[in-house]
């Protein structure tokens, strides 16, 4: 799958995750998105499921500041916009934290969740932290995975205990 960020430079490039993909080649910086690519989009009204693979070329992250997401995802993007499912972040800043998430940990989960483990794994090699995510989500991700329906996903977070939060 085809891996494409949109940098919109609001965060400290050294901390960039999104940057770090872009310099080892794992993902590619673009301008806009097109309608074959799987937006993720943490205010979507859909959840991602395994079949969106089958819908898209590429998975885009909008790489932005928590603070200004709402702001950022307001603009609206073309392609399949889906939230990523409650996950816990494996980064330091934000460790165990539902749904605050690196760019590069957004990516990874949607990845996996859409069958493709080892390019989610390759993602996050990158990063000291990065085995953090699959430590604290590695079920999780398998159970969503496997999840057919957005119902199955709610019903999937809610037996591991994990509520949504506001912004994820």
Avoid at 116 to 132: E, N, S
Wanted: glycine share 8%; aromatic share 8%; with cysteine.
């Amino acid at each position: 799958m085809e891996i494409e960020v949109l940098m919109l430079k609001q965060d400290d490039p050294s901390k960039c995750t999104a940057a770090k993909l872009v310099k080892f080649g794992l993902a590619k910086r673009a301008k806009r998105t097109g309608q074959d690519t799987l937006v993720l989009d943490p205010f979507a009204e859909r959840t991602l499921l395994r079949d969106d693979a089958g819908s898209v070329r590429a998975v885009a992250a909008i790489d932005c500041s928590w603070e200004l997401a709402s702001r950022a995802f307001g603009r609206g993007f073309a392609g399949l916009p889906r939230r990523l499912p409650p996950l816990l972040a494996g980064n330091p800043v934000n460790f165990s934290k539902i749904g605050k998430l690196t760019t590069a940990e957004s990516i990874a989960g949607a990845l996996f969740i859409m069958g493709l483990d080892g390019q989610a794994h390759a993602i996050l090699d990158k990063f000291k932290w990065g085995h953090t995510f699959f430590d604290l989500n590695g079920d999780l991700l398998r159970d969503y995975s496997s999840a057919t329906t957005e119902k199955d996903v709610s019903k999937t977070a809610e037996e591991y205990g994990i509520v949504r939060s506001a912004v994820q």
